[in-house]
């Protein structure tokens, strides 16, 4: 049981470079989320899957687009990558009916 | 909306000594509250969580938080710090809705010298 996986690890892109950062859980949870964490202002949410087959915009969305492919993988794609963009991303999942999430170790990304 | 403050980017206690991360939140009904410990370079770890029974919530390594709805607060203690407590702390609210968002405060780093 490995919980919520990411990769890659680290990600260096340079500006307008195109990515995806995958995500993936194997605890059958129902929903899940992509947040990225910059210094001093915590983890904001940028997407979110409430269930297979919806997604939706969390605070801070623009930039990005993301695809839940099935229950287990949530991926999120940055179309042409800013320097903005730098920044850690975790993805997390929840179980239906629970209320903590449970998060991945994170995305390291630099745009330079 | 909801919102959480951590006040004090930066905490710094001896070993042995007294813990408390402060927390308030704001939120337009009764929140669910979290606290997380992210060790560095890992993710997030669920400390504890307060959804609306004791108010007096125990987590683990020896942590607790109280609800305090008056103070709009969820402050989180340890009676004994420890060299192992440094990382960062992050407290979060969630209004319970159907996607269940997180809005996270700012985060405290917690310092422990020997």
């Known amino acids: 049981n490995a919980g919520v996986t990411q990769t890659p690890k680290f990600q260096v892109l340079k500006t307008g470079q195109s990515m995806t950062l995958q995500c993936a859980q194997d605890m059958n949870h129902n929903s899940m989320y992509w947040y990225r964490q910059d210094p001093g202002m915590g983890l904001r949410l940028i997407y979110y899957?409430?269930?297979?087959?919806?997604?939706d915009k969390g605070e801070v969305p623009n930039g990005y687009n993301v695809s839940r492919l099935n229950k287990r993988e949530f991926s999120l794609r940055l179309e042409s990558a800013a320097p903005s963009q730098t920044s850690v991303y975790f993805c997390?999942?929840?179980?239906?009916?629970?209320?903590?999430?449970?998060f991945g170790p994170g995305t390291r990304l630099t745009v330079t | 909306a909801q919102s959480v403050t951590q006040l004090g980017s930066h905490v710094s206690v001896s070993e042995g000594a007294l813990v408390l991360l402060r927390c308030n939140y704001s939120s337009s009904v009764p929140p669910y509250l979290f606290w997380y410990v992210q060790y560095p370079n890992q993710g997030l770890q669920l400390l504890l969580k307060?959804?609306?029974?004791?108010?007096l919530v125990k987590g683990i390594n020896g942590f607790e938080a109280e609800f305090k709805k008056s103070e709009t607060s969820f402050h989180l203690t340890k009676p004994s710090a420890h060299m192992r407590d440094a990382a960062e702390y992050f407290c979060a609210v969630s209004e319970g809705n159907a996607g269940n968002m997180l809005t996270f405060g700012g985060g405290t780093r917690l310092m422990v010298k020997p």
């Open positions: 997390a999942s929840r179980g239906l009916g629970k209320d903590e999430q449970y």
């Open positions: 899957s409430a269930s297979e087959g919806t997604t």
């Open positions: 307060y959804t609306s029974a004791a108010t």
